[in-house]
């Protein structure tokens, strides 16, 4: 690990390839702007978090039935605020998608797509590029409004500086549901391990690796919530140290597919309170692409309760605003070294009819035995630190935002 810090101490940072994240509203809240929140919940939203992590349930679920690889799973992006931007084919065909850790494939839509979602985004025309290669299967992904269809086909892609060749992607040709229509993105590229890929072939993190275009196998992620469309950025290759204080904290990933690594417990105001009476600890999945904190629903009703939040009729739960900064401190465990969230960082604030509401940043998840109970720490969790996913060693590293540390946007 020495020979791993000196390197980047060297000044090879500059070697790192940097993609910029840029943050915008959520679906959720333009849906609630649109007053339209209510009704979409009420149709999907018992559904969010089972068919995201669908891999750890049983198996006993009707699967759509295609000639290629199929899934059923709900990708559910409603609260995705961090976005960047790839290319693909030559010319070059700009997308904005979401860097997803709790996914594996790369998606966009096609120029033959024929919803109304698709209408509304940037699409993949395949007739304009030169380096275009048709696979010819197909694949689909179910989310909680239906089944995202589309052919699998191979091109180059360009991530920040860095091209990747020959890489395998969907081109979606129908997506389900309004929350398509609203999303600021475009699709998706997934960052987590290829176990958990559902299109046949290598995960883009994969091919840099493959193809050398990487010093190290090693991605990291700097989020910043600070009300500005500034989002961070994403980093290949390594880390850069200045955006963050040492040590790293390194938690082994415990089973390959999501960045799935072992909680030793959570506090509320420095009280062990949930994930600790088993000596094993519980399971937490380190997720990009979901803003909130998900735990078992028993431990996260206790735990609304414990910061006085308050139900609604379509899950949230919603605190007064006055109150935010005498909230209880939150911390979770990892690896003997405690992260604490406070109020400010653990609420979400929003406006609504020209008045703040503030909702709780936690969420109910169930994941039943043996894979469960799990708890998923998203990006209300990683705007507040420096998460380092090593491939290498098969590990995330974790280390607190330095104070002091300036990206230029």
């Not at 995201?52 to 679920?61: G, M, W």
């Not at 048709?134 to 500086?161: K, P």
């Not at 605190?319 to 406070?342: G, H």
């Amino acid at each position: 690990m020495r020979t791993f810090l000196i390197l980047f101490s060297l000044g090879f940072v500059e070697s790192l390839i940097r993609v910029p994240l840029s943050r915008a509203p959520s679906v959720r809240s333009k849906l609630r702007a649109a007053e339209q929140l209510q009704e979409f919940m009420r149709e999907h939203e018992p559904d969010f978090y089972s068919r995201r992590y669908a891999q750890c349930f049983p198996p006993a679920r009707d699967f759509i039935r295609l000639p290629g690889k199929s899934v059923e799973r709900l990708y559910s992006f409603m609260d995705a605020q961090f976005f960047g931007e790839i290319s693909l084919g030559n010319p070059q065909q700009n997308f904005t998608v979401i860097f997803d850790t709790g996914s594996s494939d790369l998606w966009v839509p096609s120029s033959y797509c024929v919803s109304q979602a698709c209408a509304m985004h940037h699409k993949f025309k395949a007739f304009k590029s030169s380096t275009y290669t048709h696979d010819g299967r197909v694949f689909g992904i179910h989310y909680g409004s239906g089944h995202l269809l589309g052919v699998m086909a191979r091109e180059q892609l360009m991530v920040g500086s860095l091209t990747v060749q020959n890489q395998i992607f969907g081109e979606a040709v129908y997506e389900p549901g309004f929350a398509f229509v609203m999303a600021h993105f475009d699709g998706v590229l997934g960052l987590g391990f290829p176990q958990l890929a559902e299109e046949m072939g290598s995960p883009v993190f994969d091919s840099m690796i493959a193809q050398n275009s990487v010093d190290e196998p090693v991605f990291s992620f700097y989020l910043r919530n600070n009300g500005s469309g500034f989002g961070g950025e994403l980093l290949f290759g390594g880390v850069d140290e200045t955006l963050f204080v040492p040590p790293i904290n390194w938690v082994s990933v415990t089973q390959k597919g999501y960045w799935q690594i072992k909680m030793d417990g959570v506090k509320v105001q420095g009280a062990l309170s949930f994930c600790y009476r088993s000596s094993h600890g519980c399971q937490a999945v380190v997720d990009t692409g979901t803003s909130l904190i998900g735990g078992p629903s028993r431990d996260i009703l206790m735990l609304q309760q414990f910061i006085g939040a308050t139900p609604t009729a379509i899950g949230e739960y919603l605190l007064d605003c006055a109150r935010i900064s005498s909230l209880p401190v939150v911390s979770f465990l990892l690896n003997d070294v405690e992260y604490s969230l406070t109020g400010e960082q653990y609420v979400r604030r929003e406006i609504l009819n020209n008045n703040e509401i503030c909702i709780s940043g936690f969420q109910s998840i169930d994941v039943p035995s043996p894979a469960g109970p799990m708890w998923i720490l998203g990006d209300v969790f990683l705007s507040q630190f420096y998460s380092i996913y090593d491939r290498g060693h098969n590990r995330v590293g974790f280390a607190h935002l330095s104070p002091t540390s300036k990206i230029i946007t």
